[in-house]
T-cell receptor, first 114, second 118 residues
Framework: GAVVSQHPSRVICKSGTSVKIECRSL??????MFWYRQFPKQSLMLMAT?????????EQGVEKDKFLINHASLTLSTLTVTSAHPEDSSFYIC??????????FGSGTRLTVV | AQKITQTQPGMFVQEKEAVTLDCTYD???????LFWYKQPSSGEMIFLIY??????QNATEGRYSLNFQKARKSANLVISASQLGDSAMYFC???????????????FGPGTSLSVIP
């Protein structure tokens, strides 16, 4: 079945540094990738939608300069959290359109900013 | 605006009993899809079941069934014969069209925490 590999699964970084999260579709081409953020005991909130070869579309209230999304190929999308602060600590999860269910999720990245 | 509502923050069920998790939605789209996902403590999103808005029959997948009432805009999940491994967060989600574009996205409800009691 369709698989989306997300790395890293956990990352701890210092305040002020940048962190890159990768999502790679292993056996299908993901023309569209969705990025979500989930705070503890809350739901998944859509941050942005990226289409291969074009600029990402950000949801209202999401800072595009802080959360840089690149979708340069049909199998790879990246989310870079720039100048991370403790309030950016969260669970980030990607989802690619494709696969049997229509959408295939990565396994998520738990980011802790110290 | 498109929205998903899950009114049960937490639910308890006895092992081997059935449980219904509520979900209502709001959309003006004619064509849409409804999903249920399970999220254990590990964080992964596990797809359970899908119902298209034009599907006349309620979807079923093993112990999971979706009680789809289109006029009421509800899509409740029924889990039969609950198992201890069913303890997790459950999210109702909807495929929604993005205005002025040709693509769609999936939005999630607030979730229900299900605890199965031995």
């Amino acid at each position: 079945g369709a698989v989306v590999s997300q790395h890293p699964s956990r990352v701890i970084c210092k305040s002020g540094t940048s962190v890159k999260i990768e999502c790679r579709s292993l056996d299908f081409q993901a023309t569209t990738m969705f990025w979500y953020r989930q705070f503890p005991k809350q739901s998944l909130m859509l941050m942005a939608t990226s289409n291969e070869g074009s600029k990402a579309t950000y949801e209202q209230g999401v800072e595009k300069d802080k959360f840089l999304i690149n979708h340069a190929s049909l199998t790879l999308s990246t989310l870079t959290v720039t100048s991370a602060h403790p309030e950016d600590s969260s669970f980030y999860i990607c989802s690619a359109r494709g696969g049997m269910t229509g959408y295939t999720f990565g396994s998520g990245t738990r980011l802790t900013v110290v | 605006a498109q929205k998903i509502t899950q009114t049960q923050p937490g639910m308890f069920v006895q092992e081997k009993e059935a449980v219904t998790l509520d979900c209502t939605y709001d959309t003006s789209d004619q064509s849409y899809g409804l999903f249920w996902y399970k999220q254990p403590s590990s964080g992964e999103m596990i797809f359970l079941i899908y119902q298209g808005s034009y599907d006349e029959q309620n979807a079923t997948e093993g112990r999971y069934s979706l009680n789809f009432q289109k006029a009421r805009k509800s899509a409740n999940l029924v889990i039969s014969a609950s198992q201890l491994g069913d303890s997790a967060m459950y999210f109702c989600a909807m495929r929604a069209l993005v205005l002025k574009t040709s693509y769609d996205k999936v939005i999630f409800g607030p979730g229900t925490s299900l605890s199965v009691i031995p």
